[in-house]
Protein backbone atom coordinates (compact mmCIF):
# COMPACT_ATOMS: atom_id res chain seq x y z
CA UNK A 1 0.00 0.00 0.00
CA UNK A 2 1.09 3.21 -0.84
CA UNK A 3 -0.71 5.45 1.25
CA UNK A 4 0.13 5.26 5.69
CA UNK A 5 -2.47 2.81 6.95
CA UNK A 6 -4.70 5.50 8.71
CA UNK A 7 -6.32 5.48 12.20
CA UNK A 8 -8.30 1.93 12.31
CA UNK A 9 -10.74 4.85 14.16
CA UNK A 10 -11.26 6.65 11.09
CA UNK A 11 -11.76 3.28 8.79
CA UNK A 12 -15.09 3.35 7.58
CA UNK A 13 -15.02 0.14 4.93
CA UNK A 14 -12.12 -2.11 3.60
CA UNK A 15 -12.30 -5.00 1.27
CA UNK A 16 -9.17 -6.95 -0.61
CA UNK A 17 -8.74 -3.96 -3.18
CA UNK A 18 -10.10 -0.75 -1.47
CA UNK A 19 -10.52 1.14 1.64
CA UNK A 20 -12.35 4.09 3.00
CA UNK A 21 -11.80 6.51 5.79
CA UNK A 22 -12.06 9.83 7.08
CA UNK A 23 -9.83 12.41 5.64
CA UNK A 24 -6.68 12.89 8.12
CA UNK A 25 -6.64 16.38 7.36
CA UNK A 26 -10.65 16.86 6.61
CA UNK A 27 -11.60 19.87 4.32
CA UNK A 28 -15.08 19.68 5.83
CA UNK A 29 -16.44 17.84 8.64
CA UNK A 30 -17.02 14.32 7.42
CA UNK A 31 -14.78 14.74 4.42
CA UNK A 32 -13.45 11.06 3.45
CA UNK A 33 -11.03 9.60 1.18
CA UNK A 34 -11.36 6.28 -0.62
CA UNK A 35 -7.78 4.56 -1.64
CA UNK A 36 -7.30 1.46 -4.47
CA UNK A 37 -4.76 -0.68 -2.52
CA UNK A 38 -2.41 -1.83 -5.40
CA UNK A 39 -0.12 0.68 -6.34
CA UNK A 40 -1.87 2.57 -9.38
CA UNK A 41 -0.59 6.06 -10.52
CA UNK A 42 -3.96 7.01 -12.75
CA UNK A 43 -7.89 5.86 -12.82
CA UNK A 44 -6.94 5.22 -16.78
CA UNK A 45 -4.77 2.94 -15.63
CA UNK A 46 -7.32 1.00 -13.77
CA UNK A 47 -8.68 -2.14 -15.14
CA UNK A 48 -12.73 -1.70 -16.75
CA UNK A 49 -13.08 -3.92 -14.21
CA UNK A 50 -11.42 -2.53 -11.31
CA UNK A 51 -12.61 1.26 -12.22
CA UNK A 52 -16.26 0.05 -11.85
CA UNK A 53 -15.85 -1.83 -9.01
CA UNK A 54 -13.98 1.16 -7.49
CA UNK A 55 -16.76 3.92 -8.24
CA UNK A 56 -19.00 1.45 -7.30
CA UNK A 57 -17.80 1.70 -3.86
CA UNK A 58 -17.20 5.13 -4.31
CA UNK A 59 -21.34 5.55 -4.89
CA UNK A 60 -22.24 3.27 -1.84
CA UNK A 61 -20.00 5.36 0.25
CA UNK A 62 -21.55 8.84 -0.83
CA UNK A 63 -24.86 7.36 -0.77
CA UNK A 64 -24.12 6.62 3.15
CA UNK A 65 -22.66 9.73 3.91
CA UNK A 66 -25.82 11.13 2.40
CA UNK A 67 -27.91 9.38 4.29
CA UNK A 68 -25.38 9.46 7.97
CA UNK A 69 -24.78 13.42 7.89
CA UNK A 70 -28.56 14.47 6.38
CA UNK A 71 -26.97 16.52 3.58
CA UNK A 72 -28.29 16.59 -0.44
CA UNK A 73 -24.57 16.88 -1.88
CA UNK A 74 -21.25 15.46 -1.69
CA UNK A 75 -18.29 16.41 -4.08
CA UNK A 76 -16.51 13.60 -5.64
CA UNK A 77 -12.71 14.87 -6.00
CA UNK A 78 -9.97 13.14 -8.40
CA UNK A 79 -6.42 14.31 -7.68
CA UNK A 80 -3.43 13.05 -9.12
CA UNK A 81 -0.47 14.88 -7.32
CA UNK A 82 0.06 11.67 -5.28
CA UNK A 83 0.49 9.52 -8.13
CA UNK A 84 -2.42 6.82 -6.53
CA UNK A 85 -5.86 6.08 -7.37
CA UNK A 86 -7.83 7.93 -4.52
CA UNK A 87 -11.07 9.55 -3.75
CA UNK A 88 -11.79 12.62 -1.84
CA UNK A 89 -15.64 12.95 -1.00
CA UNK A 90 -16.25 16.12 0.37
CA UNK A 91 -19.94 16.70 1.91
CA UNK A 92 -21.40 19.80 0.88
CA UNK A 93 -23.23 21.68 4.06
CA UNK A 94 -24.28 25.14 3.71
CA UNK A 95 -21.73 26.38 0.79
CA UNK A 96 -21.62 25.50 -2.64
CA UNK A 97 -19.20 25.76 -5.59
CA UNK A 98 -15.84 26.06 -5.05
CA UNK A 99 -16.01 27.53 -1.27
CA UNK A 100 -16.34 24.02 0.42
CA UNK A 101 -12.59 23.88 -0.87
CA UNK A 102 -11.15 26.64 1.22
CA UNK A 103 -11.39 25.90 4.61
CA UNK A 104 -8.06 25.00 6.35
CA UNK A 105 -7.61 21.50 6.91
CA UNK A 106 -6.65 20.60 10.65
CA UNK A 107 -5.89 17.09 11.69
CA UNK A 108 -8.72 14.72 12.62
CA UNK A 109 -9.42 13.91 16.08
CA UNK A 110 -13.27 13.49 16.31
CA UNK A 111 -13.36 9.62 14.87
CA UNK A 112 -17.44 10.07 15.72
CA UNK A 113 -18.54 10.10 12.38
CA UNK A 114 -16.89 6.83 11.31
CA UNK A 115 -19.68 4.58 13.28
CA UNK A 116 -22.29 7.09 11.81
CA UNK A 117 -21.50 5.93 7.97
CA UNK A 118 -20.65 2.73 8.39
CA UNK A 119 -24.44 1.69 9.67
CA UNK A 120 -25.52 3.39 6.50
CA UNK A 121 -23.76 1.25 4.35
Known amino acids: MIFPKPDEKSIIYEDSKIYSC ?14 WKKKVKDLHLLSRNDYEYLMDKV ?25 HVHWHLVPRYNQKGFNVL ?17 RKL
Do not use: Q
Open 102 to 118: IHRPSKLKDFSLTEKIM
Open 22 to 35: LASYPITRGHVVVV
Open 59 to 83: DEIRSAMIKALKIKKVYLIYMDEAN
